[in-house]
């Protein structure tokens, strides 16, 4: 039974892997009338919706009691500020994150991203046995340096390709590569620091993620006010917002994994 839910699980995550960055490249490209809806503020509300998300768990961990779920966020939360603090590093590197993903998959094609994307298991790798002291096999380097070979080969220029179009598209393609790249790091960075907090500290996940998701939320109005804020003045923070834009929230909303888990 537990194999059978892990290969069911392992399903569901490429299955909302891949549909979001289908559905996110689909939202930045589609042509549509009116303002398109801005990345920062998608990021924002994906943040609030995990909060929520894992909130509503630790009700349920709770015996679906109101009165426990206060008394667990208060002692685990407002009671220990420092262990609260201590998740302001991963959360902005994981806003960071996000934002990236929304300018590579703007300036490249969804099967480019995907796999030069992979790399963050290259980057994760690394962190883990910098910072966790693991130990990797043979076979897992030897993975890793296959996963790399496939990433160069993606991104070596066709000759297939017309002058013109190269052209147009080589500084838009530079971006994008540069903000997956960006985001492979920061996301094997965050992902092993994530992992270390967890495993000095006895408290639940979900309550690490609500505190992820307290600071990534402050964050990323910061970014709205910053980069936005004009923007969200004339057409309202929601604006461009319509049910494709909702799908690629919801396929956000899923729990943070340590990613050195998976290696």
Do not use: H
């Amino acid at each position: 039974m537990s194999a059978n839910l892990k290969y069911l699980s392992l399903g569901i995550l490429v299955f909302q892997t891949t549909s979001l960055v289908l559905t996110m490249r689909y939202s930045r490209t589609l042509k549509e009338e009116g303002p398109r809806y801005l990345s920062s503020t998608a990021v924002v509300v994906a943040e609030i919706l995990k909060i929520m998300a894992c909130v509503l768990l630790v009700y349920k961990d709770s015996q679906c009691s109101l009165r426990a779920l206060n008394r667990v966020l208060r002692d685990e939360i407002l009671n220990k500020p420092m262990e609260t603090m201590k998740l302001a590093v991963p959360s902005g590197i994981y806003t960071l994150q996000n934002n990236l993903l929304y300018v590579a998959l703007s300036n490249l094609d969804a099967a480019t991203y995907q796999v030069t994307y992979q790399l963050k298991i290259l980057t994760t790798a690394l962190f883990s046995v910098s910072m966790l002291s693991k130990k990797l096999g043979v076979y897992q380097w030897l993975s890793l340096v296959i996963l790399m070979t496939g990433v160069a080969f993606v991104q070596w220029p066709s000759d297939a390709q017309e002058p013109d179009a190269k052209a147009l598209s080589a500084g838009s393609q530079f971006v994008g590569l540069m903000a997956v790249l960006t985001a492979c790091f920061s996301s094997g960075f965050a992902g092993v620091y994530f992992e270390k907090i967890l495993k000095e500290t006895k408290q639940s996940v979900w309550i690490r993620n609500i505190q992820l998701g307290f600071f990534g939320s402050v964050f990323g109005l910061m970014g709205v006010y910053v980069y936005d804020g004009e923007l969200v003045s004339q057409n309202g923070f929601f604006q461009g917002y319509n049910r494709l834009t909702w799908a690629v929230v919801a396929l956000q909303v899923k729990r943070v994994l340590p990613r050195s888990a998976l290696l």
